[in-house]
């Protein structure tokens, strides 16, 4: 699984920041904040989210993947799912498998069959993670090394799971404060060498664990809360980042990235920002 094979070009990754050369995602077509399921919506619950705004923004996140020659596929929308723009959650990609996630809330359960019927019809194979619950969000891969997140929405048993699949790889599971959905919403990895953290979240341990492994860019309160660590990285040390958050983008620019500033601040109102727009399969070193 590790080693990049010459037959298939459909789907590799190996991290969260080598190159993006295709990419899944999803309109928001009927995006809502129909059940309150995070921290984020019960802020914007009595406000709501402005559809046409939240089309035009992934429209110019869509223009901007392509403007950097990465192929998008937009798998098709249904009202039954309000939450269908948020990709990354129904499944990662690791080596040459795709992996399905068992989807953890009522409102999101049956995105992942979405997925499957588009991997079905371009005859790409997939593993079905329906043992235990999982969802991508809480998946960061660098390298030989996974961090699991243990949220609401991604158990134990669920890591445990990964790691007996993935004997070759190190599954590393990683707690944090219940009110935060996903990992990817407290930590990501950027590079080799750098990693976002919001550490209110996190035990000291984690914190020390990381620290010891990246050179960490912590995110103030306000910037987690405005999704700050859910940047894209999109290969060569380039980032997708929301505008807002001025001191992430400065630290990214301090350590040598090239931060590409896109407004989807609509869409982040249900609680997820690029990383979660997004569900690479295919990226090179």
């Not at 940047?231 to 590409?260: A, C, E, W, Y």
Request: charged fraction near 25%; hydrophobic fraction near 35%.
């Amino acid at each position: 699984m590790t080693e990049r094979p010459q037959t298939n070009s459909k789907t590799f990754c190996m991290s969260e920041y080598d190159v993006l050369k295709r990419v899944i995602l999803c309109q928001p077509q009927y995006m809502t904040i129909r059940e309150v399921i995070n921290e984020t919506q019960e802020h914007f619950k009595n406000v709501g989210i402005h559809i046409e705004r939240a089309l035009e923004q992934h429209s110019e996140l869509v223009k901007t993947l392509k403007e950097n020659k990465i192929d998008v596929i937009l798998l098709p929308y249904h009202k039954k799912y309000p939450e269908q723009v948020f990709t990354r959650d129904i499944g990662f990609t690791l080596g040459q498998t795709i992996f399905v996630a068992k989807m953890a809330t009522d409102v999101r359960s049956g995105e992942e069959d979405i997925l499957k019927q588009w991997l079905e019809d371009e005859e790409i194979s997939y593993y079905n993670l329906i043992e235990e619950r999982i969802e991508g969000g809480d998946v960061v891969i660098d390298g030989k090394t996974i961090y699991v997140g243990l949220s609401n929405r991604t158990t134990l048993k669920a890591s445990e799971q990964l790691q007996r699949l993935l004997n070759q790889f190190d599954v590393i599971p990683i707690s944090f404060k219940e009110k935060y959905l996903h990992l990817d919403c407290i930590f990501n990895v950027v590079s080799p060498e750098v990693a976002l953290i919001y550490p209110n979240a996190l035990t000291q341990k984690d914190i020390d664990f990381f620290a010891a492994r990246y050179d960490l860019i912590e995110v103030s309160e306000e910037e987690q809360f405005q999704l700050g660590t859910n940047v894209l990285s999109i290969g060569n040390k380039r980032v997708l980042s929301l505008p807002v958050n001025k001191n992430v983008n400065k630290q990214l620019r301090n350590r040598g990235f090239q931060v590409i500033e896109v407004d989807i601040t609509e869409i982040i109102k249900s609680g997820g920002s690029f990383r979660c727009c997004t569900l690479p399969i295919l990226r090179e070193a």
